[in-house]
């Protein structure tokens, strides 16, 4: 009961932190200093109270979630998915271990025509992500590179339904789809993140650490999404019961 006090407390504490940034090197401090089994229990709770519905618990789910890609917490998250194997938190060690994916980046989609006659290459494309005609960006959004994205998603001038394009459109580019992931503008808005998630491309870690902060009508849609990955379907079906609890079964 102490133990999950101290959660509670740590949760409100950076809840209250409006710089982002800040809240992701917070909670990288305590993942990276606690002993693997306080670490793995910080993921669990976490997880779960995010999973009951915590605006709080969520905002810090999401740092939380941006945390596990930090370089420097690279060889921690593997020893946490190995720990939360052994003790058969299947449901944490599905995204704390990342999938391997063997693709190579533009194999699903192909680069849009930008009419200038001929292929572009990808530094001219780079520098198109920077532009603010309008009529430009439309055709930027459906690039397939990842570090196209990048520098769109970092462009003044696009708008979250450009996001939600781009996180819809299918086949796409996983690196594309955890592009706008792990970016702190985009990923904070709901939509962006429901799109990502129903999006079948989006990589299975992404999409599980995104799961916990959808609402309950678009968990129910994607619990019984037949193109999205098994993983996730069962835990977006296991994050509904959590949040019914057994009075509303």
């Not at 999409?207 to 609402?215: F, G, I, Q, S």
């Amino acid at each position: 009961m102490r133990e999950q006090t101290a959660f509670a407390d740590l949760f409100k504490r950076l809840a209250r932190i409006d710089e982002i940034d800040m809240r992701v090197g917070l909670i990288c401090e305590p993942l990276g200093s606690f002993s693997i089994e306080e670490a793995l229990e910080l993921v669990r709770n976490a997880y779960h109270v995010a999973a009951l519905g915590s605006a709080d618990a969520q905002v810090v789910f999401l740092a939380l979630g941006w945390a596990l890609f930090e370089p420097r917490l690279a060889h921690r998250r593997a020893e946490l998915g190995v720990e939360a194997r052994r003790a058969e938190l299947h449901h944490l060690a599905d995204f704390l271990i990342p999938p391997t994916d063997d693709e190579t980046i533009e194999t699903k989609r192909q680069v849009p025509d930008f009419g200038r006659g001929r292929p572009l290459a990808l530094g001219e494309r780079k520098s198109l992500a920077r532009t603010h005609d309008r009529s430009l960006i439309q055709r930027v959004v459906r690039d397939p590179h990842p570090d196209v994205v990048r520098i769109l998603l970092d462009n003044p001038s696009l708008t979250e339904e450009d996001v939600i394009r781009i996180c819809a459109m299918r086949p796409n580019e996983p690196g594309v789809l955890q592009a706008v992931y792990r970016h702190r503008r985009w990923v904070v808005r709901y939509r962006p993140r429901n799109a990502i998630v129903r999006n079948p491309d989006c990589p299975l870690d992404s999409a599980l650490l995104l799961a916990p902060l959808l609402r309950p009508v678009e968990l129910k849609e994607a619990a019984i999404a037949s193109e999205l990955a098994p993983p996730l379907r069962l835990s977006c079906r296991s994050i509904l019961e959590l949040r019914e609890g057994p009075s509303r079964r």
